[in-house]
Protein backbone atom coordinates (compact mmCIF):
# COMPACT_ATOMS: atom_id res chain seq x y z
CA UNK A 1 0.00 0.00 0.00
CA UNK A 2 1.98 3.23 -1.04
CA UNK A 3 1.35 6.31 0.84
CA UNK A 4 0.47 9.99 -0.07
CA UNK A 5 2.96 11.21 -2.95
CA UNK A 6 3.53 14.71 -3.03
CA UNK A 7 5.46 16.77 -6.04
CA UNK A 8 7.46 18.29 -5.90
CA UNK A 9 9.16 17.93 -2.87
CA UNK A 10 11.03 21.08 -3.13
CA UNK A 11 9.96 24.56 -4.96
CA UNK A 12 11.97 27.68 -5.08
CA UNK A 13 10.88 30.63 -6.96
CA UNK A 14 10.71 34.45 -7.07
CA UNK A 15 7.92 36.76 -5.60
CA UNK A 16 5.34 36.99 -7.77
CA UNK A 17 5.49 33.88 -9.60
CA UNK A 18 3.01 31.18 -9.39
CA UNK A 19 3.31 27.86 -8.36
CA UNK A 20 1.25 24.54 -8.63
CA UNK A 21 1.91 21.54 -5.99
CA UNK A 22 0.39 17.77 -6.86
CA UNK A 23 -0.48 15.48 -4.19
CA UNK A 24 -1.66 11.49 -5.14
CA UNK A 25 -3.49 10.15 -1.90
CA UNK A 26 -3.44 6.64 -0.85
CA UNK A 27 -6.12 4.61 -2.85
CA UNK A 28 -9.19 4.34 -1.78
CA UNK A 29 -9.04 7.45 0.60
CA UNK A 30 -11.79 9.27 -0.63
CA UNK A 31 -10.66 12.57 1.98
CA UNK A 32 -8.11 14.66 0.85
CA UNK A 33 -6.38 17.29 2.82
CA UNK A 34 -4.14 20.29 2.58
CA UNK A 35 -1.92 21.91 5.14
CA UNK A 36 0.52 24.29 5.42
CA UNK A 37 3.07 24.25 8.40
CA UNK A 38 5.75 26.99 8.94
CA UNK A 39 8.94 26.50 11.56
CA UNK A 40 7.81 26.22 14.88
CA UNK A 41 4.17 25.61 14.45
CA UNK A 42 1.95 22.86 14.07
CA UNK A 43 0.27 22.12 10.70
CA UNK A 44 -2.64 24.56 9.63
CA UNK A 45 -5.59 23.48 7.86
CA UNK A 46 -6.15 24.93 4.29
CA UNK A 47 -8.78 22.95 2.70
CA UNK A 48 -10.54 19.67 2.07
CA UNK A 49 -12.05 17.17 -0.30
CA UNK A 50 -14.37 14.29 -0.08
CA UNK A 51 -14.17 12.87 -3.80
CA UNK A 52 -13.91 15.84 -5.88
CA UNK A 53 -16.17 17.99 -3.40
CA UNK A 54 -13.99 20.71 -2.09
CA UNK A 55 -15.97 20.85 1.19
CA UNK A 56 -14.27 23.75 3.40
CA UNK A 57 -11.84 26.25 3.02
CA UNK A 58 -9.69 28.02 5.60
CA UNK A 59 -10.48 31.57 6.05
CA UNK A 60 -6.11 31.07 5.87
CA UNK A 61 -6.60 30.85 2.28
CA UNK A 62 -6.89 33.92 0.42
CA UNK A 63 -8.02 34.14 -3.00
CA UNK A 64 -4.43 33.31 -4.23
CA UNK A 65 -4.90 29.81 -3.55
CA UNK A 66 -6.63 27.38 -5.46
CA UNK A 67 -7.33 23.48 -4.96
CA UNK A 68 -8.73 20.83 -7.13
CA UNK A 69 -9.41 17.47 -7.39
CA UNK A 70 -10.96 17.22 -10.78
CA UNK A 71 -11.30 13.22 -10.65
CA UNK A 72 -11.39 12.69 -6.85
CA UNK A 73 -8.22 11.06 -7.13
CA UNK A 74 -5.05 13.19 -7.21
CA UNK A 75 -5.17 17.46 -6.26
CA UNK A 76 -3.54 19.93 -6.90
CA UNK A 77 -2.76 23.40 -4.61
CA UNK A 78 -2.21 25.94 -7.19
CA UNK A 79 -0.55 29.37 -5.24
CA UNK A 80 -0.65 33.04 -7.46
CA UNK A 81 1.62 35.70 -7.60
CA UNK A 82 3.79 34.47 -4.22
CA UNK A 83 4.46 36.30 -1.39
CA UNK A 84 7.31 36.47 1.13
CA UNK A 85 5.21 34.86 3.61
CA UNK A 86 4.26 31.91 1.54
CA UNK A 87 7.11 30.03 2.42
CA UNK A 88 6.58 27.28 3.84
CA UNK A 89 6.10 23.14 4.46
CA UNK A 90 2.73 22.36 2.42
CA UNK A 91 1.18 19.00 3.28
CA UNK A 92 -0.86 16.93 1.61
CA UNK A 93 -3.07 14.24 4.46
CA UNK A 94 -5.76 11.57 3.29
CA UNK A 95 -8.20 9.18 5.10
CA UNK A 96 -10.43 7.02 4.14
CA UNK A 97 -13.63 8.58 6.01
CA UNK A 98 -13.98 11.33 8.36
CA UNK A 99 -12.47 11.33 11.47
CA UNK A 100 -10.29 8.46 10.82
CA UNK A 101 -6.52 8.90 10.83
CA UNK A 102 -5.06 11.42 8.41
CA UNK A 103 -1.94 10.03 6.96
CA UNK A 104 0.70 12.21 5.74
CA UNK A 105 2.83 12.75 2.45
CA UNK A 106 6.38 14.20 2.28
CA UNK A 107 5.40 17.61 1.93
CA UNK A 108 6.69 20.03 -0.67
CA UNK A 109 8.80 22.52 0.52
CA UNK A 110 8.29 26.45 -0.45
CA UNK A 111 10.80 29.01 -0.68
CA UNK A 112 10.02 32.08 -2.13
CA UNK A 113 13.68 34.72 -2.99
CA UNK B 1 -11.99 29.32 17.74
CA UNK B 2 -10.95 25.98 18.63
CA UNK B 3 -7.23 25.11 20.32
CA UNK B 4 -5.16 22.83 21.15
CA UNK B 5 -2.48 23.51 23.65
CA UNK B 6 0.38 21.46 23.97
CA UNK B 7 3.10 21.49 27.09
CA UNK B 8 5.60 23.68 25.90
CA UNK B 9 8.82 21.79 26.02
CA UNK B 10 11.51 20.85 25.44
CA UNK B 11 11.86 17.51 27.53
CA UNK B 12 14.69 16.03 27.97
CA UNK B 13 14.74 12.57 29.56
CA UNK B 14 17.19 9.26 29.99
CA UNK B 15 17.04 6.74 27.74
CA UNK B 16 14.46 4.03 29.40
CA UNK B 17 12.61 6.50 31.42
CA UNK B 18 8.97 7.53 30.21
CA UNK B 19 8.22 10.30 28.62
CA UNK B 20 5.02 11.96 29.23
CA UNK B 21 3.45 14.39 26.51
CA UNK B 22 0.58 16.04 27.77
CA UNK B 23 -2.25 18.63 25.37
CA UNK B 24 -5.63 19.92 26.85
CA UNK B 25 -8.10 21.04 23.69
CA UNK B 26 -11.16 24.14 24.03
CA UNK B 27 -13.94 22.22 21.40
CA UNK B 28 -16.02 20.23 24.29
CA UNK B 29 -17.50 18.51 20.84
CA UNK B 30 -13.89 17.13 19.57
CA UNK B 31 -14.54 13.46 19.30
CA UNK B 32 -10.88 11.62 18.00
CA UNK B 33 -7.31 12.90 18.90
CA UNK B 34 -4.25 12.02 17.15
CA UNK B 35 -0.16 12.04 17.79
CA UNK B 36 1.90 12.29 15.33
CA UNK B 37 5.89 12.35 15.50
CA UNK B 38 7.86 14.85 13.22
CA UNK B 39 11.38 14.31 12.87
CA UNK B 40 13.17 17.37 11.60
CA UNK B 41 12.48 18.30 7.69
CA UNK B 42 10.03 15.60 7.81
CA UNK B 43 6.30 15.51 7.81
CA UNK B 44 4.39 14.22 10.64
CA UNK B 45 3.64 10.22 11.36
CA UNK B 46 0.87 9.10 12.94
CA UNK B 47 1.78 7.45 16.26
CA UNK B 48 -1.58 7.26 18.00
CA UNK B 49 -5.20 7.82 17.73
CA UNK B 50 -8.26 7.63 20.45
CA UNK B 51 -11.66 8.70 20.42
CA UNK B 52 -12.69 7.11 23.24
CA UNK B 53 -12.15 7.87 26.89
CA UNK B 54 -9.33 5.53 29.18
CA UNK B 55 -6.15 4.48 27.82
CA UNK B 56 -4.92 2.75 24.57
CA UNK B 57 -1.59 1.10 24.24
CA UNK B 58 0.45 0.40 21.30
CA UNK B 59 3.93 -1.19 22.04
CA UNK B 60 5.71 1.42 23.92
CA UNK B 61 2.79 3.92 23.57
CA UNK B 62 0.21 4.99 25.68
CA UNK B 63 -2.78 7.50 24.76
CA UNK B 64 -4.78 8.71 27.15
CA UNK B 65 -7.80 10.62 26.72
CA UNK B 66 -10.36 12.78 29.41
CA UNK B 67 -13.05 14.05 27.69
CA UNK B 68 -14.90 15.52 30.62
CA UNK B 69 -10.94 17.57 31.77
CA UNK B 70 -10.65 17.73 28.02
CA UNK B 71 -7.13 16.53 28.18
CA UNK B 72 -4.57 14.47 26.33
CA UNK B 73 -1.73 12.66 26.92
CA UNK B 74 0.90 10.33 25.28
CA UNK B 75 3.30 8.44 27.30
CA UNK B 76 6.51 6.86 25.58
CA UNK B 77 7.74 3.63 27.92
CA UNK B 78 11.32 2.59 27.44
CA UNK B 79 12.15 5.67 25.61
CA UNK B 80 15.43 5.19 22.84
CA UNK B 81 17.19 7.96 21.24
CA UNK B 82 14.95 7.19 18.31
CA UNK B 83 12.27 8.61 19.64
CA UNK B 84 13.78 12.10 19.59
CA UNK B 85 11.49 14.31 17.77
CA UNK B 86 8.69 16.79 17.93
CA UNK B 87 5.31 14.87 19.19
CA UNK B 88 2.36 17.36 17.42
CA UNK B 89 -1.14 16.78 19.27
CA UNK B 90 -4.06 17.19 17.03
CA UNK B 91 -8.26 17.20 17.97
CA UNK B 92 -10.60 16.30 15.06
CA UNK B 93 -13.75 18.16 15.02
CA UNK B 94 -17.32 16.58 15.91
CA UNK B 95 -19.15 18.04 13.45
CA UNK B 96 -19.10 16.39 9.69
CA UNK B 97 -16.24 18.63 8.73
CA UNK B 98 -12.82 16.49 9.17
CA UNK B 99 -10.22 18.92 9.63
CA UNK B 100 -7.58 18.79 12.20
CA UNK B 101 -6.58 21.23 14.92
CA UNK B 102 -3.03 21.01 16.01
CA UNK B 103 -0.81 22.03 18.76
CA UNK B 104 2.36 23.33 18.12
CA UNK B 105 4.21 20.68 19.31
CA UNK B 106 6.93 19.44 21.82
CA UNK B 107 10.58 18.58 21.23
CA UNK B 108 11.16 15.62 22.85
CA UNK B 109 15.01 14.52 23.54
CA UNK B 110 16.02 11.11 24.55
CA UNK B 111 19.82 10.97 25.97
CA UNK B 112 22.18 8.19 25.86
Known amino acids: DTGVSQNPRHKITKRGQNVTFRCDPI?????LYWYRQTLGQGPEFLTYFQNEAQLEKSRLLSDRFSAERPKGSFSTLEIQRTEQGDSAMYLCASSFAQNQPQHFGDGTRLSIL | QKEVEQNSGPLSVPEGAIASLNCTYS??????FFWYRQYSGKSPELIMF????GDKEDGRFTAQLNKASQYVSLLIRDSQPSDSATYLC????????????FGRGTQLTVWP
Open chain 2, 50 to 53: IYSN
Open chain 1, 27 to 31: SEHNR
Open chain 2, 90 to 101: AGGEGSTLGRLY
Open chain 2, 27 to 32: DRGSQS
